[in-house]
């Protein structure tokens, strides 16, 4: 079936470094993928999306990079802050019968040491 | 952006007993809404599609009889946990999509269901 693969499962990294998170997804129809963050306890909050019409989008010090032939996209974070501490997870749409839905990635804690 | 409100947040059953989670999109229309599973740690994991007034589409795996969805207006998703068991103790939430085109789904609060 359709999956999607997001590494590193773990992530530290020192404030002001950058951070970088890898998906790969397996659907060759997929077009649109997006990055959520999660802090513990609480709902998932998107912070990026990319359509497969881009190859990159960039907003403020996250950006997200598409690259359809391989199949994979990354986020990447610049001047990272402890607040950006939480985990994310990465998602493709896929499409299922009468609708789309988003399947997610296993997840990256993400821990930003002061 | 759209809101989805879940409720219970927290809910605490005995085994064998049924709990019903409900999702609501307070100001959109939502025909399609998705329910996932998250447990300690991991990914969301998508159990199932609620449509509008139409049956349920479960993901592999996912037993209909046991996780009753019910999509009956276009604002109001339910699931029900029938015969909880421990290992359906879990972070289960709701999430829906605006009218259109794939895009940005809104989540819901979450519940966690923790079954004695």
């Known amino acids: 079936g359709e999956n999607v693969e997001q590494h590193p499962s773990t992530l530290s990294v020192q404030e002001g470094d950058s951070a970088v998170i890898k998906c790969t997804y397996s659907d060759s129809a997929s077009n649109y993928f997006p990055w959520y963050k999660q802090e513990l306890g609480k709902r998932p909050q998107l912070i990026i999306d990319i359509r497969s019409n881009v190859g990159e989008k960039k907003d403020q010090r996250i950006a997200v990079t598409l690259n359809k032939t391989a199949k994979h996209f990354s986020l990447h974070i610049t001047e990272t802050q402890p607040e950006d501490s939480a985990v994310y997870f990465c998602a493709a749409s896929i499409y299922g019968g009468a609708t789309n839905k988003l399947i997610f990635g296993t997840g990256t804690l993400l821990a930003v040491q002061p | 952006g759209a809101v989805v409100s879940q409720h219970p947040s927290w809910v605490i059953c005995k085994s064998g007993t049924s709990v019903k989670i409900e999702c609501r999109s307070l100001?959109?229309?939502?025909?399609?809404m998705f329910w996932y599973r998250q447990f300690p740690k991991q990914s969301l994991m998508l159990m199932a599609t609620s449509n509008e007034g139409s049956k349920a589409t479960y993901e592999q795996g996912v037993e209909k009889d046991k996780f009753l969805i019910n999509h009956a207006s276009l604002t109001l998703s339910t699931l029900t946990v029938t015969s909880a068991h421990p290992e359906d103790s879990s972070f289960y939430i709701c999430?829906?999509?605006?009218?259109?085109?794939?895009?940005?789904?809104?989540f819901g609060e979450g519940s966690r269901l923790t079954v004695l």
């Open positions: 100001d959109f229309q939502a025909t399609t």
């Open positions: 999430s829906a999509p605006l009218a259109g085109e794939v895009g940005e789904l809104f």
